[in-house]
């Protein structure tokens, strides 16, 4: 399992970024995909998954009506949509492979290697 995250980068409050997290190795619909972030200084959080096998995602409260997951099987590539950004939402944003993701729970829990991760900062 191989995972790449990109598309980080520096923006204003209120802006959009869209993460891409390339995969290689395997087939999207072969795992449960997620994304957490690691804000300075904090413990590592769960963010959204997807299932695209089963067609159901999850998005964590703390970013539901901002952020949106979604997947290109062609591409084999999983994407994060970030909207109305706040400073808050200052982390390094990583995608993962496998994962257990229980939506009711808001429980999301990594069992695969840790990539790089793509930086996002939100400024004021």
């Known amino acids: 399992v191989q995972l790449q995250a990109s598309g980080g980068g520096l923006v204003q409050a209120g802006g959009s970024l869209r993460l891409s997290c390339a995969a290689s190795?395997?087939?999207?619909?072969?795992?449960?995909i997620g994304w957490f972030r690691q804000a300075p200084g904090k413990e590592r959080e769960g963010v959204s998954c997807?299932?695209?096998?089963?067609?159901?995602?999850h998005v964590a409260d703390s970013v539901k009506g901002r952020f949106t997951i979604s997947s290109d099987n062609a591409k084999n590539t999983v994407y994060l949509q970030m909207d109305y950004l706040k400073p808050e939402d200052t982390a390094v944003y990583y995608c993962?492979?496998?994962?257990?993701?229980?939506?009711?729970?808001?429980?999301?829990?990594?069992?695969?290697?840790w990539g790089k991760g793509t930086l996002v900062t939100v400024s004021s």
């Open positions: 997807i299932s695209t096998r089963e067609g159901s995602t």
């Open positions: 190795g395997f087939r999207l619909d072969d795992y449960v």
């Open positions: 993962a492979a496998p994962i257990v993701c229980v939506a009711t729970a808001n429980i999301m829990t990594n069992f695969g290697p």
